[in-house]
């Protein structure tokens, strides 16, 4: 039996879209991030290059990133990252290559990866959502490669909002076809490998043709149809097993 849409735990939620939960797996992953969690303020780095965490970093609340820095000071966004996303998982003594900012304020829960196999070994649903989850990260990782190597710059940003406003609509934090979005025009730029005057001289010409109305960081795509058209976006990659939840469409 699938759960409602939005079970109270975000991680429970995130998982729960990839694959169905029952109330014992909910159970089971609540009381997971049931330790002390760490509070972020917006645009903090919290974890670094060349850190080796010993914890499964979860984010609960918030929005947050994945970024490399160059020696000269630039840096490119690899991931954007939203509530239930886990953020970094350790293998061994492994070496983080990426650093992570928290791009609103933001709530991390630190979970022992002791802790997290246990549960996965208990409850084989959780174990199935966790390979998915990792599954659609992969993918995504992919498209975002496809972007910067193939698509035009208004297929690029086109591509990553029909993106975010799938994943959350999702898990419950979209409304209709807008939603909040902390992303600055710089931010935006370093996600999609364009210079934030290109990224300005999209966004007018995607709100010159009404496809889209981006202000007080509210982004609400007015004609989400045409857009994903535009930028040939697929949502297959962001359902695992063909598990859909369909976003609303104009």
């Known amino acids: ?35 002390p969690r760490r509070r972020v303020a917006a645009r903090r780095e919290f974890l670094r290059e060349g850190d080796r965490p010993g914890h499964v970093h979860v984010l609960l609340e918030g929005w947050a990133c994945h970024q490399v820095m160059l020696p000269d000071g630039r840096r490119q966004i690899t991931a954007f990252h939203l509530p ?31 802790a997290l196999e246990a549960v996965a070994k208990a409850h084989p649903a959780i174990a199935t959502a966790l390979a998915l989850q990792n599954r659609v990260a992969e993918a995504v990782l992919r498209r975002w490669l496809v972007n910067v190597g193939q698509r035009a710059a208004f297929e690029r940003i086109g591509h990553l909002f029909c993106e975010l406003h799938h994943r959350l609509h999702a898990i419950g934090l979209a409304q209709g076809n807008g939603f909040a979005f ?69």
């Open 84 to 114: 239930g996303d886990i953020l970094w998982q350790p293998l061994g003594e492994a070496r983080m290559d990426f650093s992570i900012l928290a791009l609103t304020p933001a709530i991390i829960a630190p979970i022992p990866t002791s």
């Open 1 to 35: 039996m699938s759960l409602p849409l939005m079970p109270l735990n975000a991680l429970a939620r995130r998982l729960s879209c990839c694959f169905p939960l029952d109330e014992n797996d909910v159970r089971a992953v609540e009381r997971l991030c049931a330790v």
């Open 182 to 250: 902390p992303v600055t025009q710089v931010e935006l730029a370093e996600a999609t490998g364009l210079t934030p005057v290109h990224v300005n001289r999209v966004l007018r010409d995607m709100r010159r043709q009404g496809l889209i109305d981006l202000e007080n960081r509210v982004l609400r795509i007015l004609q989400l149809r045409a857009l994903a058209q535009h930028a040939l976006f697929d949502p297959a990659y962001l359902e695992p097993q063909g598990h859909h939840s369909a976003a609303p469409s104009p």
